[in-house]
């Protein structure tokens, strides 16, 4: 389906051809945006035997490529040495009215031609989607259950004084006796510590106000940073400048999925 209009009832039509896994792979690329090849084998694939998923992978994803569901940017992590589990997915055309289509949403957005963007933004998408995989991956060892994980710009939140608080992604963990939601914060190191600080303000700023949190929760807010150091340069602002009525927390991004999981338990 490479060429001709992508109706409604084109939609329909390919659904129906589709498997459980082919419409996981859509809405996974629609919920994070951008996965690699490899992100991809361990959000979908993990249930193939090792020597196997690599093969099965590239099988499915080739399929779906001809299909213009899903397509591959210009730009590959790792290089060419990383082969095909380097490559970085994102919807097609048809994939992005595929999406529409499962999820129930009837608008009429036109579906655009997919686009390489600039490095660093396209670093940072591919960090918050590492969150949501290794969030997955978690949940599995562990019994819990995302119940939401949005990334930007729909986890955005109204902060009642007509402006937005933007987090990079809003998560809720659930099991059979707790929930627990979470703003995301994926800090790659390039922000000023000053930028961290007004993010930290219009946080608390929120906090006590009282207004409205998303899923009437208010979420405990976690930075997500590149290594330690940066790591205790943000615990730092947020002994500084965030008092009591926000929850905040740093850590690694590598401890990210364990820390925002583990908050079921403390």
Known sequence: MTGGRVT??????????????DKEIVNALHQARVLTG?????????????????HIRRRVLNRLSHLDLISTLDRRIGGVRAGSSGLIYVLGKSGQRMADFL????????????????????????????ALVSLTEASRRTGALIRTFQVEPYCWWP???????????????????????????????????????????????????GQRPPDG??????FGSPDLKRTEEISREIVR?????????????????TYVIGQLHS
């Open 8 to 21: 409604w009832a084109r939609m329909s039509a390919l659904a129906d051809r589709l498997s459980d896994r």
């Open 38 to 54: 490899q992100q991809l084998e361990r959000l979908i694939f993990s249930n193939h035997p090792i020597a196997n998923r690599a």
């Open 103 to 130: 999820n129930g949403n009837t608008r009429t957005s036109r579906a655009r031609s997919p686009h390489s963007p600039g490095p660093a933004f396209l670093s940072h998408a591919l960090a918050v989607s590492e």
């Open 159 to 209: 902060d009642g004084l007509g402006n937005w608080l933007r987090p990079d992604a809003f998560v809720v963990i659930e099991d059979d006796r707790y929930e627990v939601s979470t703003w995301i914060e994926i800090d790659q190191g390039t922000e000023s510590l000053t930028r961290i600080r007004n993010k930290l303000v219009t946080f608390e700023r929120f906090g006590q106000s």
């Open 217 to 222: 929760l208010l979420p405990t807010v976690v």
């Open 241 to 257: 400048y965030a008092s009591t009525a926000m929850q905040f927390e740093s850590v690694p991004q590598s401890q990210l999925a």
